[in-house]
């Protein structure tokens, strides 16, 4: 079970800071989950 945050902590910030990729998820109370790449351009945009 993931862990819920009302802020980030410092602890967060580096460890985004720190990374050149990571992943974002979110879930609503119907359980619908959504992750997302987070970062800077790794993943190269196709048509």
Same mark, same amino acid.
């Not at 819920?4 to 902590?9: D, V």
């Given at each position: 079970m993931g862990k819920?945050?009302?802020?980030? &902590?410092e602890s967060h910030v580096s460890l985004i800071r720190d990374s050149p990729l990571?992943?974002?998820?979110?879930?609503g109370? &119907?359980?619908?989950?959504?992750?997302s790449p987070k970062g800077q351009d790794w993943?190269?945009?196709r048509n």
């Open positions: 819920q945050f009302t802020r980030l &902590e990571f992943f974002v998820g979110t879930a109370p &119907e359980g619908q989950v959504n992750v993943l190269p945009y």
